[in-house]
């Protein structure tokens, strides 16, 4: 049947563009695809394939392919020819691993669909995919999310649920056009960890602050427009009292302090003599800012909560309003200023 149907559309001359050979029982393909030039859509959804043949490669103006629901262990190979293609789909099959090279020729992919699949990791040359803008890893074994996804500068929907993801990297922040962000029925219930000396103070309150750390610098430069995160074993912590201490800093965080605010006011002096320096170059491009008066500062800080209320920005969970949301504060100084709405939370 299905040599049959490419048969006719072959003698439909070469400016066929779409072929469906949909549920047609296919444990391989017939050789004769490759003399499709001209193809543009082509469906094999739902057969038993677990491989792709080489005359596939010819395809070189392909711009869907739908491969869901078939016996692929692997992503092809053979898909990194495809250079026009736009849309994959490989869902519902038994992948285990991604090839770094399927990512080589595929620079014009704006779709990819891996969901109901067997991924443990997703490989970090995922970013050679520089025009990806929607990526679906629904239902599969992911335990964590490499940091090299988040150079994809163009994605805006990201659909990670139900997997076993513990934890969300950092450079997450750096996925500023993101708009729709799945993370449900994962397994996010920790706090990264913070380097440098840490200062605390502690508001008490009258219940347990649920906390889901978002590693934004700030959420408001988002575009993001839609966030589900139920179904995780999301970290719960007691806000206690503490003593507070008065801000000591070390002589080399006074020493930086006083640097980003002469550079903030435009020493020329000092500018220069910082170009000349890349050891000082390095140290200063760790700078933070703070979150309530805007100075820079190093590596002391007090590390904060501040409630966001998501519900009026995006789509989320039914039963998300306010989205704790990690600030930092460069001095008890700015923590005891009024109205700010920052809370700083500890284990007790």
């Given at each position: 049947?299905?040599?049959?149907?490419?048969?006719?559309?072959?003698?439909?001359?070469p400016?066929?563009?779409s072929?469906?050979?949909?549920?047609?029982?296919?444990?391989?393909?017939?050789?004769?695809?490759?003399?499709?030039?001209?193809?543009?859509?082509?469906?094999?959804?739902?057969?038993?394939?677990?491989?792709?043949?080489?005359?596939?490669?010819?395809?070189?103006r392909l711009?869907?392919?739908?491969?869901?629901?078939?016996?692929?262990?692997?992503?092809?190979?053979?898909?990194?020819?495809?250079?026009?293609?736009?849309?994959l789909?490989l869902?519902?099959?038994?992948?285990?691993?991604?090839?770094?090279?399927?990512?080589?020729?595929?620079q014009?992919?704006?779709?990819?669909?891996?969901?109901?699949?067997q991924?443990?990791?997703?490989?970090?040359?995922?970013?050679?995919?520089?025009?990806?803008?929607?990526?679906?890893?629904?239902n599969?074994?992911?335990?964590?999310?490499?940091?090299e996804?988040?150079?994809?500068?163009?994605?805006h929907?990201?659909?990670?649920?139900?997997?076993?993801?513990?934890?969300?990297?950092?450079?997450i922040?750096?996925l500023?056009r993101?708009?729709?962000?799945?993370l449900?029925?994962?397994?996010?219930?920790?706090?990264?960890?913070?380097?440098?000396?840490?200062?605390?103070?502690?508001?008490?309150?009258?219940h347990?602050?649920?906390?889901?750390?978002?590693?934004f610098?700030?959420?408001?430069?988002?575009?993001?427009?839609?966030?589900?995160?139920?179904g995780?074993?999301?970290?719960?912590?007691?806000?206690?009292?503490?003593?507070?201490?008065?801000?000591?800093?070390?002589l080399?965080?006074?020493?930086?302090?006083?640097?980003?605010t002469?550079?903030?006011?435009?020493?020329?002096?000092?500018?220069?003599?910082?170009?000349?320096?890349?050891?000082?170059?390095?140290?200063?491009?760790?700078?933070?800012?703070?979150?309530?008066?805007?100075?820079?500062?190093?590596?002391?800080?007090?590390?904060?909560?501040?409630?966001?209320?998501?519900?009026?920005?995006?789509?989320t969970?039914r039963?998300?309003?306010?989205?704790p949301?990690?600030?930092?504060?460069?001095?008890?100084?700015?923590?005891?200023?009024?109205?700010?709405?920052?809370?700083?939370?500890?284990?007790?």
């Amino acid at each position: 049947m299905a040599e049959w149907q490419l048969l006719r559309a072959l003698r439909g001359g070469p400016g066929t563009r779409s072929l469906s050979l949909t549920a047609k029982g296919l444990h391989r393909l017939p050789r004769d695809l490759g003399k499709m030039k001209n193809l543009e859509e082509l469906s094999l959804r739902n057969n038993k394939l677990h491989c792709l043949p080489q005359e596939i490669e010819a395809l070189s103006r392909l711009k869907v392919l739908n491969l869901g629901n078939n016996n692929f262990e692997e992503v092809p190979e053979q898909l990194q020819y495809l250079e026009s293609l736009q849309k994959l789909h490989l869902f519902a099959n038994k992948i285990t691993r991604i090839s770094p090279l399927v990512f080589d020729g595929l620079q014009n992919l704006v779709f990819l669909n891996l969901n109901n699949n067997q991924l443990n990791c997703l490989p970090p040359e995922i970013h050679r995919l520089g025009n990806l803008e929607c990526l679906s890893v629904d239902n599969n074994r992911l335990e964590c999310i490499p940091k090299e996804l988040c150079y994809l500068q163009k994605l805006h929907e990201l659909h990670l649920s139900n997997n076993s993801i513990i934890a969300l990297p950092e450079e997450i922040r750096y996925l500023t056009r993101l708009k729709v962000l799945i993370l449900s029925r994962n397994q996010i219930n920790n706090l990264p960890d913070v380097s440098g000396d840490m200062l605390w103070k502690i508001i008490p309150a009258p219940h347990p602050i649920l906390i889901f750390l978002v590693l934004f610098k700030q959420i408001e430069e988002l575009e993001l427009e839609e966030l589900y995160c139920e179904g995780n074993p999301l970290f719960q912590k007691n806000p206690v009292s503490a003593v507070q201490e008065e801000d000591i800093l070390t002589l080399k965080e006074v020493t930086a302090r006083f640097i980003f605010t002469q550079l903030e006011n435009k020493n020329c002096y000092l500018q220069t003599a910082i170009k000349q320096n890349l050891e000082v170059q390095k140290l200063l491009s760790h700078k933070q800012e703070c979150v309530h008066c805007g100075c820079g500062f190093l590596g002391m800080w007090l590390e904060c909560v501040q409630f966001v209320d998501v519900k009026q920005r995006m789509k989320t969970s039914r039963n998300l309003q306010l989205l704790p949301v990690r600030a930092l504060l460069c001095s008890y100084k700015c923590f005891n200023r009024r109205d700010h709405g920052l809370f700083g939370i500890a284990v007790p």
